[in-house]
């Protein structure tokens, strides 16, 4: 069936591994070396819920003072194919981190560079 589905340069990047860790998720993208640590703070400051973000107009609601500078990500799970969802040690836990949004969000040198271009 030519034609079905989205093209594969469409599909959203999938990690190779993901660690947990006391500061943050490490996820590397591949088995080359593209890796991030995503900081366990900016990470849970940024969740897109709607107890975090309001619905309609994507306005911050999380103060992020409320939020520890020691938070760290208690558990990780998969969401089906496209995200992960994080138990925070502030008890936060309803927050869908997508892969697409991961990988945009990624620092590394690599995407540096291809975002520059």
Known sequence: MSGVG??????????????????????????AGHE??????????ACRCAICTEEMTGRPLLDPATVPDDV?????ALVGAYGLRVV?????????????????GCGC??????GAE
């Open 6 to 31: 989205p093209p594969v340069s469409a599909l959203p990047p999938v990690p190779y591994a993901i660690s947990r860790r006391p500061d943050g998720l490490l996820i590397e993208w591949d088995a």
């Open 36 to 45: 991030w640590l995503y900081p366990a703070r900016a990470l849970r400051l």
């Open 72 to 76: 760290s990500p208690v558990s990780v």
């Open 88 to 104: 925070w040690s502030d008890g936060h836990d309803t927050g869908i981190y997508s892969f697409a949004a991961l990988h945009a």
């Open 109 to 114: 040198e690599r995407c540096r560079r291809s």
